[in-house]
């Protein structure tokens, strides 16, 4: 740190105090985990200085035999580690990789009747007319994707995202009393408006899904099944869903991120089927630069430690705590949607008793030293900004070696906040809480996790 304060301060304070806070609040941010020395190291150093624009062995730049070695490495362990027969580790983040798998898609699937299958033939190749004819029949394709209040992602078609834009999109939601996901109304939607592709995966569902029914699904319908695995990453290389609930088998083409349960470097990857190879490695240039070679080496890193045994008992210990972490709100009246967890993340309805929004709730936990999200619940009545849930997740505080005791305790701080604050009149966002109450609880988490460095 000393080096980068020799040239910009402000930055290395923060840098220093971003440390200083991740281990003094509790970390329950779904989607956040902390990744190893060794990915750090990997990520932080020289490789980022290269450009490496193509694929392994077919680069436009000389000089990338480097390069090669580590995106060829990092493709080797994806590969092992999930069981599919391709992988690209190209993508800068999930957002990336999705829309990589959406190009892949397009290009593998749209047909203009008299032109040559378009995958087939380089973009260069065809006259302008005929490229305006693929673009207008690109422009045309549906996708069915998980609605947002049920836990969808918004690259999953919808209008604040690009693939909102790509495609004219229909959502499958939740069955309203369970929380869990309505297979026959899917099926039922899917009949009936015949999307190009189904999109799996979600957010904040806090439950397994069946990937090998929304397969079946997508094979009587024609649709190419797409898994979004960004979330539950690590719950698939860690074996804790494995048949009916692993997307690698059921799906032609997977995305994920590396940086949430997977506890890797911030970027994605794309999974597929050796039919839409060609096409994926397509990314770059069609949607990616230059590949971030330090950040494919801390991919190759954190594929590899995913590949240990201990990783496995990582895994089935984020899901232990969720559990413990769902009784614990239930037993003290908190209404967890679906009323409780097979994964690593717990949504709780913070309007249901509490009378409070998401964002209420987020903030007075957030002063209270209890790191959270608010989200969307199913059917919300506050919306997708103020929203009337909060998401919590164990990846994180199960990498510092939190086990279900603790998750119990971590539960009746979360209580002990929530049943103290209270909503301003009038307001989804002010509320009050003591703040000596605020502090006491944030003195608490930082005790609790004094034994976990
Ligand atoms: N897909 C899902 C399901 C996600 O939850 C997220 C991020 O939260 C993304 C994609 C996007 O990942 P990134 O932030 O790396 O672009």
Request: proline share 5%.
């Amino acid at each position: 740190l000393d080096v980068v304060r020799s040239v910009e301060p402000r930055i290395a304070d923060a840098i220093a105090q971003e440390l200083r806070d991740q281990r003094e609040s509790l970390k329950l941010i779904a989607s956040e985990n902390y990744a190893s020395p060794a990915v750090l190291l990997a990520m932080g150093n020289w490789l980022s200085d290269k450009y490496a624009e193509g694929t392994i062995g077919r680069r436009f730049y000389a000089g990338c035999q480097n390069v090669d070695t580590v995106e060829a490495v990092a493709v080797e362990h994806a590969k092992a580690l999930f069981g599919a027969p391709y992988a690209y580790v190209q993508p800068h983040s999930g957002i990336d990789a999705n829309l990589v798998a959406y190009w892949a898609i397009l290009a593998d699937r749209v047909e203009v009747p008299h032109l040559k299958k378009f995958s087939k033939r380089q973009v260069n190749d065809l006259s302008d007319a005929e490229w305006a004819e693929l673009r207008a029949a690109f422009g045309n394709q549906r996708m069915l994707g998980m609605s947002l209040d049920a836990g969808g992602h918004l690259t999953h078609g919808f209008r604040p995202n690009i693939s909102g834009k790509m495609f004219d999109q229909r959502s499958y939601g939740v069955d309203r009393a369970t929380g869990l996901i309505d297979y026959a109304a899917l099926r039922e939607t899917a009949r009936e408006f015949k999307p190009l592709v189904i999109v799996g995966g979600y957010s904040a569902y806090p439950r397994k899904v069946n990937f090998a029914t929304m397969r079946e699904i997508a094979d009587e319908v024609g649709a190419t099944f797409m898994v979004d695995m960004a979330h539950f990453a690590g719950l698939v290389a860690g074996k804790v869903f494995t048949g009916d609930f692993d997307p690698v088998p059921h799906a032609h083409i997977v995305t994920t991120t590396t940086h949430k349960s997977l506890r890797g470097p911030r970027g994605g990857a794309v999974l597929a089927q050796p039919e839409l190879s060609d096409q994926v490695d397509r990314g770059c240039p069609m949607v990616l630069g230059g590949p971030l070679s330090h950040v494919m080496a801390a991919k190759a890193v954190a594929f590899a430690e995913a590949r240990r045994p201990e990783f496995a008992t990582y895994a089935q210990q984020i899901v232990t705590n969720s559990q413990a972490l769902a009784e614990g709100l239930v037993k003290r009246g908190v209404r967890v949607v679906s009323g409780g967890t097979d994964n690593h993340l717990v949504l709780l309805d913070v309007n249901d008793g509490f009378g409070l929004t998401g964002r209420q709730a987020e903030q007075a936990l957030l002063q209270s030293g209890v790191v959270t999200n608010r989200n969307a619940i199913p059917q919300d009545p506050n919306g997708a900004w103020y929203t009337s849930g909060i998401r919590v997740g164990t990846p994180a505080l199960t990498s510092r070696g939190l086990g279900a005791a603790e998750m119990d305790q971590i539960a009746d701080l979360i209580h002990t906040v929530l049943a103290a604050t209270t909503p301003a009149a009038g307001s989804k966002a002010k509320f009050t809480l003591d703040p000596a109450l605020a502090d006491r609880i944030s003195k608490q988490a930082t005790e609790l996790l004094a034994p976990f460095p």
